[in-house]
């Protein structure tokens, strides 16, 4: 997410997000050979480019400005079945939006039909939410999911995804099962993560009911916003394994903006279109990246293992723990017999 800032930052995204760059997870400068990471997930989940779709939404002020009874930002959505790269559209909206919420999604499908409805992000009311990684078992626990759902959230759930199911899953923690009235209000951030860990929980405790020790772990990289505050997760079920990775930056969209020096790509690169100085201000902000979009280790931080990132209206950033029974982790066949 990127607050007080434009959407133009995802141009970049694509760009560099194909380098594999990954502090904290890979050594430095190796991370195009992917084999210097001892941890198969890591290379099997950055070998490959996302080229299954991909989805933006971005807040705007226009509902409330024609709608009767409509008061803040809502989402806008743009959802696309095209890699970015052969989206002539989406490169039109990355340099022509500006917001101060937005979130991007580009897709690497785990089975379900790459089509524009399958796409991240998933949007309910003013909420919105996106997932990088994978329910696992979830064919065996998909209609006990939707038992869960308020009816609502259910009838919301347009695809086949394992995400979108999670994503109506969430909405009907945080609402209390409310009906599609309550997807208008904004919630307390406590209550944001409360509903966040109940539905990791929830779907760690059915796969554990229908498929018992057979069961795989998940990696549950979900990520929520009402446009004001947010909550990040970073979580994999296993003792050992590490989630897919998450990084979260306050000072990397200095780089991402053009008007300041520095480029995002290298310390040796020159920023040909800078006409800001070092000492110009700029807002307060949080980028939270799959990958980090600047060269800049400094400005990035890792979200540590089974950890939530949750950011304020007033953009303090806080990470806390995300609580569940160590019994509700799984094994994974294949790296747990070697």
């Known amino acids: 997410m990127l607050r007080y800032s434009s959407v133009n930052v995802l141009a970049y995204k694509i760009h560099i997000a194909i380098e594999h760059y990954l502090p904290g997870l890979l050594p430095h400068d190796k991370e195009k050979e992917l084999d210097h990471s001892s941890d198969a997930l890591i290379r099997m989940r950055n070998s490959l480019l996302n080229m299954d779709g991909l989805g933006i939404a971005w807040y705007t002020n226009a509902t ?22 052969n989206d002539f559209n989406f490169r039109s909206l990355c340099e022509n939006t500006e917001t101060y919420c937005v979130f991007a999604h580009i897709r690497a499908s785990s089975g379900s039909t790459v089509t524009q409805v399958n796409s991240h992000p998933f949007v309910f009311g003013r909420h919105v939410f996106m997932h990088n990684g994978v329910v696992s078992n979830f064919s065996a626990i998909r209609r006990e999911m939707t038992d869960l759902m308020s009816f609502d959230a259910y009838c919301n759930v347009l695809g086949s995804t394992d995400s979108e199911h999670a994503a109506a899953l969430y909405m009907t923690n945080l609402t209390n099962h409310g009906k599609k009235e309550s997807w208008q209000l904004t ?12 539905t990791v929980v929830q779907i760690l405790e059915l796969q554990k009911i229908k498929t018992g020790d057979a069961r795989t772990p998940n990696s549950l990289n979900f990520c929520t916003t009402d446009g004001q505050k947010m909550v990040a997760i970073r979580f994999r079920n296993h003792a050992t394994e590490q989630p897919p990775s998450l990084y979260w ?3 990397a969209g200095r780089t991402l903006n053009t008007k300041y020096p520095g480029h995002p790509d290298s310390r040796d690169l020159v920023n040909e ?14 980028i939270i990246a799959s990958e980090p979009t600047t060269y800049d280790e400094k400005e990035w931080i890792l979200i540590g293992k089974n950890c939530a990132l949750t950011v304020g209206e007033e953009g303090t950033e806080i990470e806390v723990p995300i609580e569940y029974d160590a019994a509700l982790n799984a094994e994974d066949p294949d790296a747990d017999s070697k």
Do not use: C, N
């Not at 409330?64 to 930002?73: N, V």
């Not at 919630?187 to 109940?198: H, I, N």
């Not at 279109?273 to 949080?286: L, N, P, S, V």
């Open 187 to 198: 919630y307390p951030l406590p209550e944001m993560l409360v509903a966040m860990q109940k």
């Open 249 to 251: 930056s306050e000072f």
């Open 64 to 85: 409330s400005s024609y709608m009767k009874g409509t008061e803040g930002s809502r989402p806008a959505l743009y959802k696309s079945q095209s890699p970015p790269i």
């Open 273 to 286: 279109q800078a006409i800001w100085g070092e000492d110009k201000r700029i807002g307060k902000h949080t």
